[in-house]
């Protein structure tokens, strides 16, 4: 009885999210298809841009005012992930910070989330942050500087835990799905396995083929 009741509630919720998401989705600076998100999350949606097969999970917060948000294919959130794009100007003295609204050279940088991407519960993303192809962010992480690819994050500040593959599975995985020119080579996967660390902040994200809805964001590999 009480799994009926719960299973037509969830129901009942569906049934008010498709028709909310319509319109909504509109509004995203672009998006590619099967693309689904919570209409009661927090959007800053022109300066949003997400890819194909995205789902952006239960209540998330995605906040750009003065940078973007790129996503790309195939990312999964889990609940309530917080993205930020952007810090207050903290170093004018004589004024308070609410009072400042001329901001510093870093202050506001764009997110990018490569493809393949699963962004565990309630992670923070700072701004400048991007995450590289196939890594995993773990629950509650707070992500202040940029994931290799295929990295598993984790903590406060997020650190790599482990990556998810060996080198040569890597390889194999990345044959099995991309064209061989969006492949990373063995010396790059090598460099970052070795070094098992973070990376720096990017300024701009290097995004190729953004605009119509129809021809979703393509995220340019790290190449660092
Ligand atoms: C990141 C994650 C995938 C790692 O799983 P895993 O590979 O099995 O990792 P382990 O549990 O073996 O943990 C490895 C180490 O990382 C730590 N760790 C794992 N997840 C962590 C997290 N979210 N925050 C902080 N530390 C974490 C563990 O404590 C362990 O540390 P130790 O080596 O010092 O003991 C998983 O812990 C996680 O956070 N999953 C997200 C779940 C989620 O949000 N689901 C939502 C539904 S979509």
């Known amino acids: 009885m009480l799994w009926l009741m719960g299973k037509s509630l969830d129901l009942s919720r569906r049934a008010v999210r498709r028709p909310l998401m319509v319109p909504l989705r509109s509004l995203f600076g672009s998006h590619g298809r099967k693309f689904r998100f919570d209409p009661w999350g927090r959007y800053s949606y022109p300066n949003i841009h997400v890819g194909d097969y995205v789902s952006l999970g239960y209540r998330p917060i995605l906040l750009a005012a003065?940078?973007?948000?790129?996503?790309?294919?195939?990312?999964?959130?889990?609940?309530?992930?917080?993205?930020?794009?952007?810090?207050?100007?903290?170093?004018?003295?004589?004024?308070?910070?609410?009072?400042?609204y001329e901001k510093a050279d870093n202050d506001d940088l764009d997110v990018t989330i490569e493809d393949d991407v699963w962004v565990g519960a309630r992670a923070v993303i700072l701004r400048g942050?991007?995450?590289?192809?196939?890594?995993?962010?773990?629950a509650g992480s707070v992500v202040t500087k940029s994931v290799p690819p295929y990295a598993i994050v984790a903590g406060n500040p997020a650190r790599v835990v482990r990556f998810r593959w060996d080198v040569d599975t890597i390889l194999r995985h990345e044959d099995a799905l991309y064209p061989p020119e969006e492949r990373y080579t063995r010396e790059q996967l090598q460099k970052w396995q070795t070094a098992g660390a973070m990376l720096p902040l990017v300024k701009k994200a290097p995004i190729t083929g953004i605009g119509a809805a129809a021809s979703p964001p393509r995220v340019t590999p790290v190449v660092s």
């Open 129 to 138: 942050v991007r995450i590289g192809r196939g890594s995993v962010i773990g």
């Open 66 to 100: 003065r940078s973007e948000i790129w996503i790309g294919n195939r990312v999964m959130f889990g609940p309530q992930v917080v993205i930020v794009g952007g810090n207050h100007n903290i170093a004018v003295p004589g004024q308070f910070m609410c009072d400042v």
